[in-house]
Every structure is written in C-alpha cells, then in structure tokens.
Antibody
C-alpha cells in the first residue's frame, strides 16, 4: 500500500536551517509529482512546494520562495525539503503528499506529518 | 495569485442533517477544484476532485458541484465520523491554493 513517512522535524532557532525527508513506498515514485503542505498551529492548510513528475519543474509558495528548496532522489524513493532562514511563522506540521495521476492534479495521499518548531 | 474563500467558516449540525459548504475562487479555475477532509492529528484525505468526482472509497453521501468560480460540497446525511474541517483547493494554477477551511462540529 502507499506510504509516505516524513522525518527531520524538530526545534530550530530563528535564522537556522532544517532538512525534512519523506520516504515513500507502495508506488513508482518517479512517475508522480510530490508536494509539501504545512499547517501552522490553529491555522489551515498552506501549500508550500511541488516537484513535478517531469523530474525538473518546481514551484513554491510566495511565503517560502527563495528560502526553501524541494528536491527528490528517485533512486532512494525520497522527497526532501531544505528549509533555510527559518522564521517563527514557519512553525507548522509539514506534510509530504502525492499528486494523483489523472485526478485533476489533486493530492491523493498524505503522510502523517512532521512538526517543525522555530523558536529561540 | 488565485484567492480561495469558503463559507461558512464554521458550522454546527446534527447527525442526519444535510450540509452544504461553499468555495469561491477569485478567478475562473474551470473544474480544477478539490475537497479534503481533515481531522485533528491525522493526515487529510481527498474526498472530491475535479469539482464533482468522488474519490475511490469515499462514501456516496459526499458530493461536489460547480465550475468556474463557485463550488459546493454537500454531505447528504451527516454521520458521526464526518465532524471535521473541510478544505477546498484549486489545482488550476501552480500555487495550489487552499481555502481557509470550514470546521464542522456537532450541534
């Protein structure tokens, strides 16, 4: 079955960096676009970034552009999110999620999330 | 960027009620509209994609409609497990914007 397991969350000081990982299984990773979505405490879902299925195209939300980098290693079935210049407002649960094929580019599977806390 | 709004922001209802949630896009997104259910401390789940297509395994009491800028999610007869927060999301642009959510709780 499809599984997405995030790791790498934790507490980091403002201005610091963190790299999240998402290990996937149960499907052919290289064929799918992959997203990162976050939810700050008490807030709604916020889309963060996507790595397209073509292996090269990436897009970012305005609030993380130029600070976060999404990448993937198809040989390791793993998605990454490198987060630099972290701010308090980046505190959130970060979800790795799969873009469904032929599902109107919706998100059909989500991981359980990893918590990132930016605090001094 | 496309802005997404939802109404109401919160809703109290009873088991067996029919509930409708509205989502509006700031510009036409054709039918690139998805609905998700999210319960605390769990992963969100896809309910509806392409505005009106029920995701596999989702109960038929859920339905979606609309196109262009105005969309609705309807739950025909609320069940206890349906109390959650519901989000719409556009997948027309490369911003994949979510609506602010509608929290559905028990009256």
């Amino acid at each position: 079955q499809v599984q997405l397991v995030e790791s790498g969350g934790g507490v980091v000081q403002p201005g610091g960096s963190l790299r999240l990982s998402c290990a996937v299984s149960g499907f052919t990773f290289s064929k799918y676009g992959m997203h990162w979505v976050r939810q700050a405490p008490g807030k709604g879902l916020e889309w963060v970034a996507v790595f397209w299925f073509d292996g090269t195209t990436k897009f970012y939300g305005d609030s993380v552009k130029d600070r976060f980098t999404i990448s993937r290693d198809n040989s390791k079935n793993t998605l990454y999110l490198q987060m630099n210049s972290l701010r308090a407002e980046d505190t959130a649960v970060y979800y790795c999620a799969r873009m469904g094929l032929e599902l109107g580019s919706s998100i059909d599977y989500w991981g359980q999330g990893t918590l990132v806390t930016v605090s001094s | 960027d496309i802005q997404m709004t939802q109404s109401p922001s919160s809703l109290s209802a009873s088991v067996g009620d029919r509930v409708t949630i509205t989502c509006r896009a700031s510009q036409s997104i054709a039918s690139y509209l998805n609905w998700y259910q999210h319960k605390p401390r769990t992963a969100p789940t896809l309910l509806i994609y392409s505005a009106s297509t029920l995701q596999s395994g989702v109960p038929s009491r859920f339905s979606g409609s609309g196109s262009a800028t105005d969309f609705t999610l309807t739950i025909s007869s609320l069940q206890p497990e349906d109390f959650a927060t519901y989000y719409c999301q556009e997948s027309y642009s490369t911003s994949f914007t979510f609506g602010p959510g509608t929290k559905l709780d028990i009256k």
